[in-house]
């Protein structure tokens, strides 16, 4: 009688690259901003884990978007600030226009890169500016937001270069999508991440970075069936993130100062998780969501005299609810949507 034994996926040499390119930007980007104590370092530590993760290659063109999509960001950040802050409707709109440009870029095909990075940048650059108080400027936070771009594509193109793939990589076909579906996904996604924007000032939850970038996050699968696939795998990542994070605050332990520690350690959790979300296909999961998850903790909370316990603890409970109230929004904006011919969702039953 013959026995099958199933075995656990396995990656693939391009998977294993892609691996040890994702482990090492993270390390790297982490590492360079705590030994030069720059400021808003969730950005050099996550925007490296974007742009290796969703992308598995690079070229001109991502690195166009890249760059485009954070002076994108920093462009509607200055004018919101420094001309409309006094005026809260007018600058809501104005967030609601500039989200629904990113994100037709996004359900269109034409530039997903651009529209998924530009989301989550600007999403965190105005958390972080709507709390910049009068004594203090908006300039430090779109610096270190364009130091953090410019060296993230260095590291992109030296993990590249020191991992490069062993064999070419299919094209990624993009689905066809009518107006309608497109006009849906727009209005739907828009809506929704205008309203977090307004809930988290409405309520000053100025800690609540990654409820913030979470009620983003699931927003990328555009539509409301997998809104909540993604919603879920959120949760679960932020959850299995949150305890992975308190498991390296028990090694660590009173050792934070000694940066070697934390470098290790991060590059050891990235690599790991690296590999789940490399067997999930590519799209954002539950590996995607642990690694943001650390890769914000690591990059936000951890330093000198810091620890983790309690910024983990605080983020996994305002994470679930914010993705929860957030997917409660794309289901009411989603039906409301699908009342009208004009922006009826080809996925609707």
Not at 20 to 48: E, S
Not at 127 to 140: E, K, L, M, R, T
Request: net charge positive; charged share 10%; hydrophobic share 50%.
């Amino acid at each position: 009688m013959t026995q099958h034994v199933s075995q656990a996926p396995q990656l693939d040499s391009n998977g294993l690259r892609q691996a040890l390119r994702i482990a090492g930007g993270c390390t790297i980007g982490f590492t360079l901003c705590k030994l030069m104590n720059w400021p808003n370092g969730i950005f050099f530590t996550v925007y490296p884990m974007l742009l290796l993760g969703l992308v598995p290659s690079i070229n001109k063109g991502v690195i166009r978007q890249f760059v485009a999509s954070a002076a994108y960001s920093a462009f509607i950040v200055l004018i919101l600030q420094g001309l409309f802050s006094h005026l809260p409707v007018l600058m809501t709109l104005i967030i609601f226009a500039s989200f629904c440009i990113l994100f037709y870029l996004m359900s269109s095909g034409g530039a997903f890169l651009f529209g998924a990075l530009g989301a989550v940048s600007l999403s965190i650059q105005l958390h972080f500016a709507s709390h910049v108080d009068q004594g203090s400027s908006i300039y430090p936070l779109i610096l270190s937001n364009g130091m953090a771009i410019f060296i993230t594509i260095i590291i992109a193109l030296l993990m590249h270069g020191l991992f490069p793939d062993v064999t070419a990589r299919p094209m990624r076909t993009v689905p066809h999508k009518d107006k309608e579906s497109i006009r849906h996904e727009v209005l739907l996604c828009a809506s929704v991440a205008t309203l977090s924007f307004v809930v988290f000032q409405v309520l000053d939850l100025q800690d609540s970075i990654s409820a913030q970038a979470a009620s983003i996050l699931i927003l990328f699968s555009l539509c409301f069936k997998a809104a909540g696939t993604a919603s879920w795998q959120r949760i679960i990542g932020t959850l299995i993130g949150c305890n992975a994070a308190l498991v390296a605050q028990l090694f660590l332990y009173n050792h934070t100062d000694v940066l070697l520690f934390p470098v290790a350690i991060l590059w050891i959790l990235s690599f790991i998780f690296s590999r789940f979300h490399i067997l999930g296909g590519g799209p954002p999961g539950v590996g995607f969501g642990v690694l943001t998850t650390f890769g914000i903790l690591f990059g936000q909370s951890l330093g000198p005299g810091q620890d983790l316990i309690y910024s983990a603890m605080y983020r996994f409970s305002s994470v679930a609810v914010a993705v929860t109230v957030s997917l409660s929004a794309v289901y009411v904006v989603h039906r409301i949507l699908n009342r009208f011919s004009v922006t009826r969702h080809h996925t609707y039953d």
